[in-house]
């Protein structure tokens, strides 16, 4: 029984993340990027992300910025970007290269 439960979870937890790599269209323009204040770097070794705007179904809706360490040293981080296309705009997710 715990061999069931266990692969009925995997197969659902896959499912969610196939459902995430879809690519959603939104056919509005997202809107210009809000100038944000960075607070101060919380070590030298912190890289600023930039905020964003994320579609939410609805709307765009703005994810702030924020300091994060990078996950290996000379990492770069690549911003997230709407990417047009000719039938709308899709979003490409940020990532460290």
Do not use: C, N
């Amino acid at each position: 029984m715990k061999k069931l439960i266990s692969a009925a979870w995997l197969a659902l937890s896959l499912t969610v993340a196939a459902a995430y790599g879809e690519e959603i269209i939104v056919k509005t323009a997202p809107p210009r990027a809000i100038v944000e204040r960075r607070p101060a770097a919380p070590s030298h070794d912190h890289v600023w992300i930039a905020g964003y705007h994320r579609w939410d179904g609805h709307a765009y809706v703005w994810t702030s910025g924020r300091w994060e360490l990078p996950p290996r040293p000379h990492a770069v981080w690549v911003a997230p970007r709407w990417e047009h296309r000719h039938d709308g705009y899709v979003f490409i997710e940020g990532r460290w290269k």
